[in-house]
């Protein structure tokens, strides 16, 4: 089956840095990739996702790169906020098929 | 999301004892799942369902068994508890469609085995 690699395990950046959380997965069939955040005491909830034909996506200050060659895909935030402190998930999968998490990154972002 | 719910939200049982964790939702999705975060591990995948007549393992499956009783009720039982099953237990549902799969997760359920 399907491994995900996720790195670092925890991430601490100052307030307004940019924050870079890296996947890497084995399943070369794998075609869609959605990032989930976890906020403390809540549950996981879908920020973005990019599919196996894109390579970037982004959503105001959250952007996804995947370089399928190299079977790795990145979450990257600019202008980090407090608000941005939580577990971020990675996860791979063949659409329409079960998902394969990544072990999350703690993300500390400090004022 | 308070569409998909979860009970109980806590739950402290003993080694040894059988206890049944549910999972009901109003979207109407078909596929649903189980899964289990432990700290450093992730969110890895107990058991899920593809309709109610499909049941299927994933990857730590041993020791837990699920029922889909309606498209809107998942069960997941332990038969005999035991402390290194521990954790944070979310059910969750899904849509597949336009090449996207979005997760939608309940609330969680903590449990403790004495």
């Known amino acids: 089956g399907e491994n995900v690699e996720q790195h670092p395990s925890t991430l601490s950046v100052q307030e307004g840095d940019s924050a870079v959380i890296k996947c890497t997965y084995s399943?070369?069939?794998?075609?869609?990739f959605p990032w989930y955040k976890q906020e403390l005491g809540k549950r996981p909830q879908l920020i973005i996702d990019i599919r196996s034909n894109v390579g970037e996506k982004k959503d105001q200050r959250i952007a996804v790169t995947l370089n399928k060659t190299a079977k790795h895909f990145s979450l990257h935030i600019t202008e980090t906020q407090p608000e941005d402190s939580a577990v971020y998930f990675c996860?791979?999968?063949?659409?329409?098929?079960?998902?394969?998490f990544g072990t999350g990154t703690s993300l500390t972002v400090i004022p | 999301d308070a569409d998909v719910t979860q009970t109980p939200r806590n739950r402290i049982t003993k080694t040894g004892k059988r206890i049944m964790l549910e999972c009901s939702q109003t979207k109407g999705h078909d596929r649903m799942y189980w899964y289990r975060q432990d700290p450093g591990l992730g969110l890895r995948l107990i058991y899920y369902?593809?309709?109610?007549?499909?049941?299927n393992k994933g990857e730590i499956s041993d020791g837990y068994s699920v029922s889909r009783q309606a498209q809107a009720k998942f069960s997941l039982s332990l038969e005999s508890a035991i402390p290194n099953q521990t954790a944070l237990y979310f059910c969750?549902?899904?849509?597949?469609?336009?090449?996207?799969?979005?997760?939608?997760f309940g609330p969680g359920t903590r449990l403790l085995v004495l």
């Open positions: 369902s593809f309709d109610v007549k499909d049941i």
């Open positions: 399943d070369s069939a794998s075609n869609y």
């Open positions: 996860a791979a999968s063949i659409i329409g098929n079960q998902f394969y």
């Open positions: 969750a549902t899904s849509d597949v469609g336009q090449g996207q799969e979005t997760q939608y």
